[in-house]
């Protein structure tokens, strides 16, 4: 509870903390469950799955931890979206080819790409406060 109050009275809200709690985490899962991210990297795309899948999770935890101090977020905020565009082909890849993924329904693969706007969205605004 205190972390939660000193949180606030640095300038920071609830949705920056959401944020961050989302990215740190997706990011140490880049870590700790390699394989389900190399799956999803393009095969086309000029390095290798495992390198693209560290340096996508490295810049999801430091951009995530970047948003909790209002003196990196502005950073955070640029360095995430940036992010949010460079593996979006990689969720178009993962929906076109839905049956490599089972059980994932080909549904929410394909729901998942507006809402790849909508979170950038909430980092833009985060990224501002």
């Given at each position: 509870m205190s972390f939660l109050i000193t949180f606030k009275r640095s300038g920071n809200d609830a949705s920056s903390l959401i944020l961050a709690v989302v990215f740190v985490s997706a990011g140490a899962l880049h870590f700790l469950r390699p394989r389900v991210f190399d799956a999803?990297?393009?095969?086309?795309?000029?390095?290798?799955?495992?390198?693209?899948?560290?340096?996508?999770?490295?810049?999801?935890?430091?951009?995530?931890?970047?948003?909790?101090?209002?003196?990196?977020?502005?950073?955070?905020?640029?360095?995430?979206?940036?992010l949010l565009l460079a593996v979006f082909p990689a969720n178009v890849y993962m929906a076109?080819?839905?049956?490599?993924?089972?059980?994932?329904p080909e549904w929410a693969l394909w729901a998942r790409l507006p809402l790849q706007w909508v979170l950038g969205y909430a980092v833009w605004r985060a990224g501002r406060r």
């Open positions: 999803i990297v393009p095969p086309s795309l000029p390095i290798p799955a495992q390198t693209a899948t560290l340096i996508s999770g490295a810049a999801e935890i430091a951009g995530g931890l970047g948003l909790l101090l209002p003196a990196t977020r502005p950073a955070a905020r640029w360095g995430l979206l940036a076109q080819h839905a049956e490599k993924f089972k059980p994932l």
